[in-house]
């Protein structure tokens, strides 16, 4: 489902809402065999396949937690974030290569089912809704394991969202909004009447770097390839459109 603002997608795949019937001791997952720009050596390929012919949608054996996975904590997956760096590891061009096969997905809206020992009440609880970004488990993995029913991450990489939003609008977090906060903080330092320029302002990074420099004080000009391209920059919050088409 595209959200209201991002030109990204997310897949709602509720498991009460799922049209299979799974065994208590599986569950759904996207399964990627083989890199779509690669042959089986590693090498690039002239014609890549399709990601489509890729990924599967397959029953596999959920995950649990253990005794030693005190920091980790289980959810239940209501909303996966689906964007371009997805597509770029399931071609195998990604910069990490994950060991096939894998599960894609880096952004992940759910709730939580269960959390280990080392999880404090005052950090979350059983039953929280949450945001989860695979790419911040010290365990690694690249950003995968999103689209599954069923997900076990390291609750360094979990947040709780407030009540007041739906969890389909947070599923795409992670790959926007924390590449824009990188960007105009850690990097540009920006602040009050510090002049941004957003090139490509209309997709996901792009907007949300536009929403964020606004709201830290900040005038921004979007940079888009057409005037049409300009409406949503311009009611996230910019003051100018610059189309260089």
Known sequence: RRGPSLENWSLHIHPQQRTLTLSDNTMRAVRCHRFAALDKSGKPIPTPSPVRDVLRLEEVPPPALRTDDRNKVLISTHYAGIQYPDFLQAQGLYQIKPKLPYTPGMDIAGVVVDKGSNVPDDQLRIGDRVYAN????????????ALAELVSVSNQAVFPIPNGLHLSSVANIGRNYCAAYHSLKVIGNVGPND?????????????????LAKAMGAKVIAGVSNMEKGTLPSMAGAGKILAHG
Request: glycine share 32%.
């Open 134 to 145: 695979t790419a911040l488990c010290p365990d690694g993995g690249g950003g995968t394991g």
């Open 195 to 211: 002049l941004v320029l957003v090139d490509g302002a209309s997709g996901g990074v792009g907007m949300a770097t536009v929403e």
